[in-house]
C-alpha cells in the first residue's frame, strides 16, 4: 500500500514536445505530491508539487494534473527543450510522518 | 553554501568494513532524512530525525546500518560489515519540519561501492 507506481521507464520526446509522466498510488493517507528532477552524480531537485484538493497546478512550463478518485497523478513538460533530459521522479508523503515514497523514474531524452 | 552538504562524495571499501558516511543539513532545518538509491532505481527512505524526537528507523534495511543526529546538526549513516548489495548512492535530505509543503532539500549524495 505503500508503493507509488510511476510510468513509463524511460522516454524520447523532440525538443518542442509535451512528454507526460505517470503516476498511480494506493495509500488514501498520502496527501502531498511532489514531482523532483534528477541530474546524473547529483541529488533530486524538487520541480513542483501538489495537494491533492487541487486538480492541476502549473509552474512555468511544468504542469502536474491530479485524479484523486483515481489517485493517479502526472506531470507534463511543456515545449520540451535539450536541457529537460533528466530523470524524474513522482513521490507521495503522508504528512503525519517524514517521509517521502518515491517512484521507480523515468529516464526523459528531448532530441534538438 | 547553502545546500545539504554530504561527504565522502565516492567510498570504496572492501567487502565486510564498516563505512561512515556524513550529512550536514541547511542550517535551521530541524527534519532530516536519508535515502538510498540504486542503480536506475528510486529513492528508498531509510531513517529520519526531527528535532530532539525519536528517529523513526523503519526503512532500515538490517541491525547493520544505524544513523546519528547530533540535536540539530550534523548526521551520520553508519553500515557495519558491508555487502557487496550494499552498493549504492546514499542521498541525504533536510527540511524547515516535516510538515504540509515544505520540501524535502536533497545533497549529491554519497557513492559506495562494496568490492
Known amino acids: 500500500q505503500q508503493q507509488v507506481k510511476q510510468s513509463p521507464q524511460s522516454l524520447i520526446v523532440q525538443k518542442g514536445g509535451i512528454p507526460i509522466i505517470n503516476c498511480a498510488y494506493e495509500?488514501?493517507?498520502?496527501?502531498?505530491f511532489p514531482w523532483y528532477q534528477q541530474f546524473p552524480g547529483k541529488g533530486p531537485a524538487l520541480l513542483i508539487a501538489?495537494?491533492?484538493?487541487?486538480s492541476e497546478k502549473k509552474e512555468g512550463r511544468f504542469t502536474i494534473s491530479f485524479n484523486k478518485s483515481a489517485k493517479q497523478f502526472s506531470l507534463h513538460i511543456m515545449d520540451s527543450q535539450p536541457g529537460d533530459s533528466a530523470t524524474y521522479f513522482c513521490?507521495?508523503?503522508?504528512?503525519?510522518?517524514?517521509?517521502?515514497?518515491f517512484g521507480q523514474g523515468t529516464i526523459l531524452t528531448v532530441h534538438p | 553554501g547553502a545546500g545539504v552538504s554530504q561527504s565522502p562524495s565516492n567510498k570504496v571499501t572492501e567487502k565486510g568494513k564498516d563505512v561512515e558516511l556524513r550529512c550536514d543539513p541547511i542550517?535551521?532545518?530541524?527534519?532530516l532524512y536519508w535515502y538510498r538509491q540504486r542503480l536506475g532505481q528510486g529513492l528508498e527512505f531509510l531513517i529520519y530525525?526531527?528535532?530532539?524526537?525519536?528517529?523513526?528507523k523503519s526503512g532500515l534495511p538490517s541491525d547493520r546500518f544505524s544513523a546519528e543526529r547530533t540535536g540539530e546538526s550534523v548526521s551520520t549513516l553508519t553500515i557495519q560489515r558491508t555487502q557487496q548489495e550494499d552498493s549504492a548512492v546514499y542521498l541525504c535530505?533536510?527540511?524547515?519540519?516535516?510538515?504540509?509543503?515544505?520540501?524535502?532539500?536533497f545533497g549529491d549524495g554519497t557513492r559506495l561501492s562494496i568490492l
Open positions: 530525525f526531527q528535532g530532539n524526537s525519536a528517529p523513526d
Open positions: 513521490a507521495a508523503k503522508d504528512t503525519s510522518y517524514g517521509k517521502l515514497t
Open positions: 542550517s535551521g532545518h530541524t527534519a
Open positions: 495509500n488514501t493517507a498520502f496527501d502531498y
Open positions: 535530505a533536510s527540511s524547515l519540519e516535516p510538515g504540509i509543503n515544505q520540501p524535502q532539500h
Open positions: 501538489i495537494r491533492p484538493d487541487v
